[in-house]
């Protein structure tokens, strides 16, 4: 299995996380599917190899389509290879798909829509194009090309959470307050939840909550963790109750559960940029 990523040129670099590559040329039918766990950044994906199977919150498993843009996940989703992997994406920071879309955010989030849906005639040629490339290079020239064609850059209104403010945010172990940052941003609670709503595709409380969620798998990549107690204190957790209850929620199994796992896409889409 092959997987990069990328840094985005400068004129999408307060946009777009990374760009991504994975490949796996081995013959992947009849594996166990694996989650897929919520960290907000929504995805443009291309599927230029074999489609990928997905498993909707009724339990039915369906192929996915060969482009979409899947919106902020608030919950884990289950997904596996159906045959030869090739594919590529831009990873968005939280908040920034706004700036790209001209549909609520919200109504993306946890499902897919494809480029055609969303962009019409230009969402179309962009996957035809990045699937008949045949080099990384061009795929990611054409999609960077792609994206700042659409990119909404005459917008008035700033974002919410400025880029800089969202990456001190992200970056802190101990996870932000709602009230501190209604007062860090001079806004009220109310403005606060309608702005998130609008540009984050969810709450302000659950955004946090996945950041903290999140924290938990960068403090493991650091290391030096003697015990899931001790993951949990230094994750932000009050105690270990609200701790498994959060994991349950986003990755649908306790921790101990999921750390037993051998799942290379969890990993892959949990130590990303």
């Known amino acids: 299995m092959y ?4 840094p985005p040129g400068t004129a999408l670099a307060p946009y777009i996380k990374c760009l991504w590559i ?17 960290d907000a950044c929504p995805e443009l994906i291309i599927h230029y190899g074999d489609l990928f199977l997905i498993k909707d919150p009724a339990g039915k498993i369906k192929k996915q389509g060969r482009s979409f843009v899947f919106g902020p996940l ?12 090739g594919m590529i994406a831009a990873r968005f ?3 920034a798909l706004a700036s790209f879309i001209r549909v609520p955010v919200k109504e993306l989030s946890d499902r897919y829509v494809s480029l055609s849906q969303l962009f019409g005639k230009k969402g179309a040629e962009l996957e035809k194009a990045v699937c008949a490339a045949t080099s990384p290079g061009v795929r990611q020239s054409l999609i960077e090309a792609f994206l700042v064609s659409v990119v909404q850059q005459e917008k008035t209104t700033d974002p919410l959470l400025p880029q800089r403010t969202l990456e001190q945010i992200a970056g802190r172990e101990e996870p932000v307050k ?28 659950l955004f946090l909550k996945i950041l903290r969620f999140q924290n938990v798998f960068k403090i493991i990549q650091k290391g030096k963790i003697k015990s899931l107690t001790d993951l949990t204190y230094k994750a932000g957790y009050f105690d270990q109750s ?30 990303g940029a």
């Not at 997987?3 to 990328?6: K, L, R, T, V």
């Not at 994975?22 to 919520?38: A, C, Q």
């Not at 608030?74 to 992997?85: A, L, N, W």
């Not at 609200?242 to 130590?271: C, I, M, V, W």
């Open 3 to 6: 997987y990069q990523e990328i």
């Open 22 to 38: 994975l490949e796996d040329k081995t013959s992947s039918k009849n594996r166990p599917l694996e989650k897929v766990l919520p």
């Open 178 to 205: 709602i009230a501190e940052l209604s007062k860090q941003l001079d806004v009220s609670s109310r403005h606060l939840e309608r702005k998130f709503n609008a540009q984050f595709g969810m709450t302000p409380k």
């Open 93 to 95: 920071y939280p908040g």
């Open 74 to 85: 608030t919950r884990h989703i289950e997904i596996g290879p159906t045959g030869s992997t």
């Open 242 to 271: 609200h701790f498994y209850r959060d994991f349950k929620q986003f990755a649908g199994h306790s921790p101990k559960e999921h750390f037993k796992e051998n799942a290379k896409f969890t990993r892959l889409f949990t130590s």
